[in-house]
């Protein structure tokens, strides 16, 4: 089955600067990867989802990048405010218009500093 | 508005005992699912049910138990059987892809 890693498990920075979180995958027919966010005392929302066809996606302040041929993807915070303190998980999947395949990785707790 | 509603938010219990964590949904989403969420260790599946009166192990299946006999609601049984069952417990449902959480039960068995 699917194995989905994502690096670093914690994460500090300035606020204003960015943030990179990174996550690996291991089936190749994976072609769906969702970033999700979780708020203190909340369950995770989906933030911003890219297909295996495209190799960027923006959103405002977030993007995320993939590369099927290495079987990595990315998740980029520009601009850091403190807002955006939470744990972060991505996941993958051979989606079939299903939640079902989904695999999570383990997280990563990020932390914007004033 | 609608959403996911877990209850309760904190749940005690002693060891050999049965528990039953509630999940209500008003999306009118056809899926529901049950996730464990442990530090360091992302969410894991525990159930799924795609349609009402029908239901799948997930990854972690051992030591609980479902039923889906409304399509708003989606029960989860945490059974004595369950050796590790201290945990953060996640319902979710979807109408596809995209997976809408409830806030959680955090479960505590001493």
């Known amino acids: 089955g699917e194995n989905v890693e994502q690096h670093p498990s914690t994460l500090s920075v300035q606020e204003g600067d960015s943030a990179v979180i990174k996550c690996t995958y291991s089936d190749s027919a994976s072609n769906y990867f969702p970033w999700y966010k979780q708020e203190l005392g909340k369950g995770p929302q989906l933030i911003i989802d890219?297909?295996?066809?495209?190799g960027e996606k923006k959103d405002q302040r977030i993007a995320v990048t993939l590369n099927k041929t290495a079987k990595h993807f990315s998740l980029h915070i520009t601009e850091t405010q403190p807002e955006d303190s939470a744990v972060y998980f991505c996941a993958a999947s051979t989606s079939s218009g299903s939640a079902r395949q989904l695999t999570f990785g383990s997280g990563t707790q990020l932390t914007v500093l004033p | 508005d609608g959403g996911i509603t877990q209850s309760p938010k904190y749940l005690f219990r002693k060891e050999g005992q049965n528990v039953t964590l509630s999940c209500e949904q008003n999306l009118n989403h056809d899926a529901m699912y049950w996730y464990r969420q442990d530090p360091g260790q992302g969410l894991r599946l525990i159930y799924y049910?795609?349609?009402?009166?029908?239901?799948q192990k997930g990854d972690i299946a051992e030591g609980y138990s479902v039923s889906r006999e409304k399509k708003e609601s989606f029960p989860l049984t945490v059974t004595s059987a369950q050796k590790n069952p201290t945990a953060f417990y996640l319902c979710?449902?979807?109408?596809?892809?995209?997976?809408?959480f409830g806030n959680g039960t955090r479960l505590t068995v001493t």
């Open positions: 049910s795609q349609i009402v009166n029908d239901f």
């Open positions: 979710a449902s979807s109408a596809g892809e995209t997976l809408h």
């Open positions: 890219i297909r295996s066809n495209v």
